[in-house]
Nanobody
Framework: QVQLQESGPGLVKPSQTLSLTCTVS??????????WSWIRQPPGKGLEWMGA???????YYSPSLKSRTSISRDTSKNQFTLQLSSVTPEDTAVYYC????????????WGQGTQVTVSS
């Protein structure tokens, strides 16, 4: 059974960089042909796909966030990370990591989510 767990600071100051780590167990992040994604949900709003890193290491980003987003991985630790720079209060959200298959926007496993607040 694949499990994902988000970790990182719950508070970030404006203009700083948000950094989160997703630790995966029960499956390898290099296994064909899965994609490892970051999704967020601001208060009272819907889910927003941020980006993903593929089994191959290729990265993909939402056009609206590409300039501020970086996703990387550490295969030795079976982890992938999210960095979102120049944050503002509008970046306050619950952040999730999730696994997607070849079908793209179809997630079979999710982390529990972690609240990140950008202070005013």
């Amino acid at each position: 059974q694949v499990q994902l767990q988000e970790s990182g600071p719950g508070l970030v100051k404006p203009s700083q960089t948000l950094s989160l780590t997703c630790t995966v167990s029960g499956g390898s992040i290099t296994t064909n042909y899965y994609y490892w994604s970051w999704i967020r949900q601001p208060p009272g709003k819907g889910l927003e796909w941020m980006g993903a890193i593929a089994y191959s290491g290729s990265t993909y980003y939402s056009p609206s966030l590409k300039s501020r987003t970086s996703i990387s991985r550490d295969t030795s630790k079976n982890q992938f990370t999210l960095q979102l720079s120049s944050v503002t209060p509008e970046d306050t959200a619950v952040y999730y990591c999730a696994r997607a298959g070849m079908s793209g926007d179809e997630y079979d496993y999710w982390g529990q989510g972690t609240q990140v607040t950008v202070s005013s």
